[in-house]
């Protein structure tokens, strides 16, 4: 069975500072990536999503991530953070059964 | 439009009570989904309903009840529930069930059971 992991479960960072979250997956033939952000008392947001192709791609709101198969990783990255992304970010990747399996969220906290 | 829609937002119930959750999109997707998720931790997939038939029910109580009048709509009947049931419930839908598309979600309701 695939699963996820986020290797962090807080971040803090200081505003306009640079970032990474980290995640990795287990290895599979076909692997499709997502990353999701909720921010409090919200749904969940796609952020980016890994499907095929370029293993740089490119989100919503400034973040990116990039696909290594080699090292099964799938790590977000903001150049410079806002305190308006203050939110827990979760890593997924799509099993052989169709169906999201989910990281433990990482919380990004945004330090003035 | 990319919106799907959650009624109530926020519902307190005791454990003798039935209420009902519902979930409304309008994007032609033809794949829909509840989630439980509790404080902190990722969503938990409960069904899925694909060509509003249920494809997917992950051992949940029979207290939870989901009904899919049509491809747009998608309901979950609560009776006699827990205090442990107290969680968020997301709804979400993606254009089709087997594809790798993604999962669209609702705000949630925020459900507490007394």
């Known amino acids: 069975a695939q699963s996820v992991t986020q290797l962090d479960s807080q971040v803090p960072v200081f505003e306009e500072a640079p970032v990474e979250l980290r995640c990795n997956y287990s290895?599979?033939?076909?692997?499709?990536l997502f990353w999701y952000v909720q921010y409090p008392n919200q749904g969940l947001q796609l952020l980016l999503k890994?499907?095929?192709?370029s293993t740089l791609v490119k989100g919503i709101n400034g973040f990116e991530a990039e696909f290594n198969k080699s090292q099964t990783s799938f790590h977000l990255r903001k150049p410079s953070v806002h305190i308006s992304d203050t939110a827990e970010y979760f890593c997924?990747?799509?099993?052989?059964?169709?169906?999201?399996?989910w990281g433990a969220g990482t919380k990004l906290i945004i330090k003035p | 439009d990319t919106e799907v829609t959650q009624t109530p937002k926020h519902l307190v119930m005791g454990m003798t009570n039935k209420k009902s959750l519902k979930c409304e999109q309008h994007?032609?997707?033809?794949?829909m989904y509840w989630y439980k998720q509790k404080a902190k931790k990722p969503p938990e997939l409960m069904f899925v309903?694909?060509?509003?038939?249920?494809?997917i029910n992950e051992s949940v109580p029979s207290r939870f009840s989901p009904e899919c009048p049509n491809s747009s709509l998608l309901n979950l009947h609560l009776h006699a529930l827990q205090p442990e049931d107290s969680a968020l419930y997301l709804c979400?839908?993606?254009?089709?069930?087997?594809?790798?598309?993604?999962?669209?979600f609702g705000p949630g309701t925020r459900l507490t059971v007394t």
């Open positions: 290895s599979s033939v076909s692997v499709y």
């Open positions: 890994y499907l095929s192709g």
């Open positions: 994007m032609g997707h033809r794949a």
């Open positions: 979400a839908s993606s254009q089709d069930f087997q594809r790798p598309y993604e999962q669209y």
């Open positions: 309903y694909s060509y509003e038939k249920l494809s």
């Open positions: 997924a990747v799509r099993d052989s059964n169709y169906q999201l399996i």
